[in-house]
């Protein structure tokens, strides 16, 4: 990956791409998980993003995150921890797959449903995705080299969203 951030509008093939992972990591998991979740803006139809799939790997319980940690590492993933994000635990892709964000969440994490509630407004608020990727092409030209600051700029937008979301 490139120091330079980058947005760009929504690609249709960004679904392919997930359900490739998708597929790629399922054979190894599927006996423990959930579900396996397509999150972040590429999963928003109409949404500028950095052209990077993210996924949530869903399980039952906080048991079943060492087992699935294990389980990618068969696959060639490398575990990060939770990269400061209580919660989600982050892995590096294999070097031979499409660089993507793989995280493996409990069903009752926060984090997990925060993914989950920003997801299902934007692809239900098409106005508000027009907005926030307004926003996001904005700030990754301003914030090209800095990638915290970029997050930090638009956590604001996502936050106020995820409040609307949940009532308060």
Same mark, same amino acid.
């Given at each position: 990956m490139g120091s330079e951030l980058i947005v760009v509008d929504?690609?249709?093939?960004?679904?392919g791409t997930y359900a490739k992972l998708r597929e790629f990591v399922l054979p190894v998991l599927e006996d423990i998980i959930v579900s396996i979740e397509h999150v972040g803006s590429t999963s928003v139809p109409g949404l *500028? *993003?950095?052209p990077i799939i993210d996924m949530d790997v869903v399980v039952p319980a906080q048991e079943d995150v060492s087992i699935a940690i294990e389980r990618l590492a068969t696959l060639g993933y490398v575990h990060e921890g939770d990269l400061g994000i209580e919660g989600r635990e982050a892995f590096i892709p294999p070097s031979d797959v499409i660089w993507h964000h793989l995280y493996v969440c409990t069903v009752d994490s926060a984090e997990y449903k925060r993914h989950i509630l920003f997801r299902d407004y934007m692809r239900g608020h098409p @106005? @508000?995705?027009k907005r926030y990727s307004d926003l996001k092409i904005e700030l990754a030209e301003q914030f090209k080299k800095d990638r915290a600051a970029y997050s930090n700029a638009k956590s604001y937008f996502v936050n106020e969203i995820l409040q609307r979301t949940s009532g308060k």
């Open positions: 929504y690609d249709p093939s960004w679904t *500028a *993003a950095k @106005e @508000e995705g």
